[in-house]
């Protein structure tokens, strides 16, 4: 009789060969423990935990039985306080396309209107990108966060997209204020 996978964890103790930049591990820990997933989300868009009425993961998956299992797709979709949608995406290898890649994903979450409806119904979206690796090795920074704005006199266009970098390459750079928000732990 095989044992539940869940079960056999809950009693396991010793060091874990894999961390969090694992993507079947971030994909684990953050869809089967909404504490961990509430906090991570608390911490990096710097809200109380009274701010936030409820995080649901919109696009769980069945975890495979095994840290190798790749039958999931790798970023991780929320709705937070069933309003502000935040796509969560891990990504250890410098494949030279992030900007863009992050800017397609944050565009399709972005892209939720159906025929008929108005656009001020639209949401408002998050993208938050994992990096093992500096995005801009001139300006190197470990918790970044980009929004539409004027270029001539920094007048925010809409709070509407949002995308947010963690570089976990250089938590040696973490502020005050990311360490406010517990952001480098």
Not at 12 to 29: I, L, Q, S
Not at 40 to 54: D, F, G, N, R
Not at 105 to 114: G, K, P, V
């Amino acid at each position: 009789m095989k044992q539940n996978p869940f079960t056999v964890f809950q009693n396991a103790c010793g060091p874990v060969p894999y961390n969090m930049t694992n993507d079947y591990m971030f994909r684990a820990v953050l869809q089967s423990n909404n504490t961990v997933l509430r906090g991570l989300i608390c911490s990096l868009l710097h809200l109380s935990e009274k701010e936030v009425t409820s995080v649901e993961i919109t696009n769980p998956v069945i975890l495979g039985e095994a840290v190798k299992d790749k039958e999931f797709r790798l970023d991780i979709n929320v709705v937070l306080n069933n309003h502000i949608l935040i796509n969560l995406e891990m990504q250890i290898a410098n494949k030279l396309n992030w900007r863009e890649r992050s800017l397609m994903y944050l565009c399709r979450s972005f892209d939720q209107l159906n025929h008929g409806q108005d656009y001020m119904d639209t949401e408002p979206v998050v993208h938050i990108g994992f990096l093992d690796y500096t995005l801009f090795e001139d300006l190197p920074e470990f918790y970044a966060s980009y929004k539409l704005i004027n270029v001539k006199n920094n007048q925010k266009y809409s709070d509407s997209l949002t995308l947010n970098v963690v570089d976990l390459s250089r938590i040696d750079l973490a502020t005050d204020e990311d360490k406010k928000y517990h952001i480098h732990e």
